[in-house]
């Protein structure tokens, strides 16, 4: 099979690395990948492969000769585009929303309804749906194969990256003005992001917000089970980057735990927290040996924004007066220090005894084994846990004694790699290659 060649189109920085990996890992890369960008980004260059990339200018030229197509970021430059990639007989898989919800556009979840993509013509256009609903859908499939699904309600904890560049520059300045006791510029920006909580509000009469909304009826829709509910709440968090949901999900029947559980496991895209799978995902990301071919999470290895400075710039009289301070400290100091030295050779007797018991296994204080230089399975992980990961991590799975209908859970996610990068890759992977 010939490696098609790609555009990725209208993507942020972030997102262009993650998509220009993957691709290059399905050996779309050199002439086979073009970057195009509007003019924001145009110009910019991308690392890929351990090459740096030039994202060009995105227009109806650079999309002459493209097999595929794939268009994230801005809905507008997508609309602009969009037919001119069709004219030009390319598939235009759409991440933007611009084509959400069109008779004519299906959207694909591969690991869900990939079946229903079927033959398609030339200049064809698939949308990738939320990335949201990308993960909904996959948590929600296996379980809904249990037994009728009847409701799910979610309280999605969205990060400041959902807004765009600008959410996640007010979150970092937000922050750095609070920590340095200022108040906050409200001009640019008027929510207050940082340690808060906020309830994305409702924009018409109903009450419910856009993306709600859209959950409610896209992920019936990808799971074909129309007269499933969803209800869910975007709340906006003091989070930069990556997403998690508290999920409370009602089927039809009685379920138990095992089931669930079992359910989950089987599940494509997905890790479940102290599953077999997931040890084996912890032990590669590790250095662990593992068996060839094994998918496993990875890290992103950018600058979290969240590692700021939150020192106050000092002027010249603050200097003077931290150079007193100095002295002042210098002189506790000695003070002190014939004090820790009587202390620091009953603490390395104390610290002889710690590493021993700890080394043979012996009970903490709270009654917990301890294990000595071996990280230990993280139950509940959130959003910094999962950076880069692949997959949709769940957690926290009970089902309610009380109403065994019932079935409650913690999910984790990339929100960039795995709810947008992984689909559009998947998408591609199964019109190209649909036996792969």
């Known amino acids: 099979m010939i490696t098609p060649r790609v ?4 993507a942020s920085t972030e997102l262009s690395t993650d998509l220009a990996e993957m691709l290059a890992d399905r050996g779309v890369v050199g002439d086979r990948l073009r970057l195009l960008g509007g003019e924001e980004t145009a110009g910019e260059t991308v690392e890929v492969g351990g090459r740096r990339v030039r994202v060009g200018a995105a227009t109806r030229e650079a999309l002459a000769d493209v097999d595929v197509a794939l268009f994230c970021g801005d809905p507008r430059l997508a609309a602009r585009l969009i037919p001119q990639a069709r004219d030009a007989g390319a598939l235009s898989i759409d ?8 008779a004519a556009v299906p959207a694909i979840v591969p690991e869900v309804n990939g079946e229903e993509i079927g033959e398609l013509a030339p200049g064809a256009v698939v949308a990738s749906p939320d990335p949201l609903a990308v ?3 996959l948590v929600l499939a ?4 249990l037994g009728g699904l009847r409701r799910v309600v979610a309280t999605v904890l969205a990060p400041a990256s959902r807004l765009g560049a600008i959410g996640v520059e007010a979150l970092s300045r937000q922050s750095v003005a609070l920590m ?3 108040s906050l510029d409200r001009a640019g920006f008027p929510e207050q992001l940082a340690f808060n909580l906020r309830v994305q509000p409702g924009q018409d009469a109903t009450g419910w917000a856009d993306a709600e909304e859209g959950l409610a009826s896209v992920v019936p829709a990808l799971l074909s089970a129309p007269d499933a509910v969803v209800a869910a709440t975007l709340v906006r968090v003091p989070v930069f980057f990556g997403t998690a949901m508290s999920l409370d999900v009602e089927l039809e029947g009685d379920v138990g735990i095992e089931q669930v559980v079992a359910a989950l496991r089987a599940g494509p895209g997905l ?4 599953s077999p799978e997931e040890e084996l995902a912890r032990a590669i990301v590790g250095g662990a040996d593992a068996e060839p071919g094994d998918e496993v999470p990875r890290r992103r290895a950018v600058r979290d924004p969240s590692e700021v400075d939150f020192e106050l710039e000092a002027e010249d009289d603050e200097l ?3 150079e007193d301070d100095e002295d002042d400290e210098r002189e506790l100091d000695e003070e002190f220090e014939d004090d820790e030295d009587e202390n620091e050779e009953n603490d390395d007797e104390d610290d002889l005894d710690g590493d021993a018991d700890l080394a043979s296994g012996d009970e903490d204080d709270d009654g917990e084994a301890a294990t000595s230089g071996e990280a230990s399975p993280d139950p509940a992980p959130g959003p910094v846990e999962v950076a880069g990961s692949d997959f949709v991590h769940v957690s926290r799975v009970r089902v309610d004694p009380r109403r065994p209908t019932a079935v409650a859970m913690w999910v984790a996610f990339d929100e960039v790699r795995r709810g947008v990068a992984r689909n559009l890759v998947a998408i591609l992977e199964t019109v190209v290659d649909p036996e792969a």
Do not use: E, H, K
């Open 320 to 322: 003077r007066d931290d």
């Open 95 to 102: 991440a933007t929303g611009c084509t959400r919800g069109l």
């Open 135 to 137: 993960a909904l859908a």
């Open 271 to 274: 890790l479940v927290s102290g």
């Open 180 to 182: 340095q006791g200022r």
């Open 7 to 10: 555009a990725i189109v209208g």
């Open 142 to 145: 296996p379980i809904v194969r």
